[in-house]
Nanobody, 120 residues
Framework: QVQLVESGGGLVQPGGSLTLSCAAS????????MGWYRQAPGKQRELVAT???????DYADSVKGRFTISRINAMNTVYLQMNTLKPEDTAVYYC??????????????WGQGTQVTVSS
């Protein structure tokens, strides 16, 4: 069984920075992609950034130039460096992983979520 554990959320002032991390653990055969989504109160969950096994990345337009996703394959860990944070970035951030636990079984997994609050 594979689990995703997030850390790094918190309260930050506008213009500040935070780094989120997400570690996948358990019976991992292959990681197809990992990424970050967020959900603000009263809104739907939305894509923030993803990275696949080949290193390709994708970002929401609202975070391009401010957020950077990176991954350490050997540690099955993905990071989200968030700079120049804005109040509208306030949300619960969820790690997502598309992970094979065996050659023929894969799951679309979610972490427990970590709160990011941008406020003065």
């Amino acid at each position: 069984q594979v689990q995703l554990v997030e850390s790094g959320g918190g309260l930050v002032q506008p213009g500040g920075s935070l780094t989120l991390s997400c570690a996948a653990s358990g019976s991992i055969f292959r990681i197809v992609a990992m990424g970050w989504y967020r959900q603000a109160p009263g809104k739907q969950r939305e894509l923030v950034a993803t990275t696949n096994a080949g290193g390709a990345t994708d970002y929401a337009d609202s975070v391009k130039g401010r957020f950077t996703i990176s991954r350490i394959n050997a540690m099955n860990t993905v990071y989200l460096q968030m700079n120049t944070l804005k109040p509208e970035d306030t949300a619960v951030y969820y790690c997502n992983g598309k992970i094979y636990s065996s050659p023929h079984n894969w799951d679309d997994l979610w972490g427990q979520g970590t709160q990011v609050t941008v406020s003065s």
